[in-house]
């Protein structure tokens, strides 16, 4: 099956070479110049994952990315040329999934793309198929979770991310197991991107984010679910 993949990228010479680079590796390939043309394209292509570059002639990746995930959980990959902490955590909290830094090594990015690609697939396990923690429920089959039986919109790596935590049986996942598990990459990701999942994860799930109820941080070695 051919994954679709929307290069949203203002440097016509940088999207074609991303596009070859991509089409080589199979990819079949969706450009879109600015943020505007990204959201119209999005609805019309249906990516499987969008490659958004931060810097755009119209917007920036920040405020295109916030306004993706108004409608569609879609994996999103951010493009930057800064690596300021902050610059990557603002990405990271507008809603990308991951992020890349410039100049980008072909290889490296269709890495992250398959491995992102692979952790939203379905696939097939023993696990628990339902997990409780008060009132909170986490459906593992059918990706539904539920507050005070309400049910709690979550975006693909958010949801995989919590599912991680409650298969765990409220033992440890230190940073690095979840880089492993949800992002594919292990030691060679950036535990930020952790961090700042979770932090989403907590505003979405917990009655009160400052105080978390359900996903508590075991300091200096990860983070659990409060079974």
């Known amino acids: 099956m051919t ?21 080589d590796e199979g ?6 110049a600015d943020g505007g043309q990204c959201l119209t394209d999005l609805a019309e292509v249906d990516p499987d994952v ?22 569609s959980s879609v994996p999103v990959i951010m493009v930057t040329a800064r690596t300021d902490s902050h610059d990557v955590v603002a990405g990271l909290e507008s809603g ?9 090594v072909a290889r490296e990015l269709t890495a992250r793309i398959r491995a992102m690609l692979r952790r939203v697939e379905p696939g097939v396990d023993h696990r628990p198929r339902r997990v409780v923690v008060d009132d909170l429920a986490i459906g593992l089959d059918d990706g539904v979770v539920t507050r005070a039986e309400r049910r709690i919109p979550l975006t693909r790596t958010e949801f995989r991310l919590l599912v991680e ?55 200096g070695l990860g983070y659990r679910l409060a079974i």
């Open 3 to 23: 994954r679709r993949v929307l290069l949203v990228e203002d440097d016509a010479r940088v999207r074609r070479v991303l596009r070859l680079a991509l089409e």
């Open 27 to 32: 990819f079949c390939v969706s450009e879109a």
């Open 50 to 71: 969008v490659l958004l570059d931060l810097m755009l002639p119209d917007t920036d990746g920040f405020s295109v990315c916030r306004e993706i995930r108004r409608t």
């Open 96 to 104: 990308a999934d991951d992020y890349v830094t410039k100049p980008l």
């Open 165 to 219: 935590l409650a298969v765990a049986d409220g033992r440890i996942r230190s940073r690095e197991e979840l880089l492993d598990r949800v992002w594919g990459y292990g030691y060679f990701g950036d535990s930020r991107i952790v961090d700042v999942h979770i932090r989403r994860l907590r505003q979405r799930i917990e009655p009160d984010p400052a105080n978390p109820r359900y996903v508590v941080t075991a300091r």
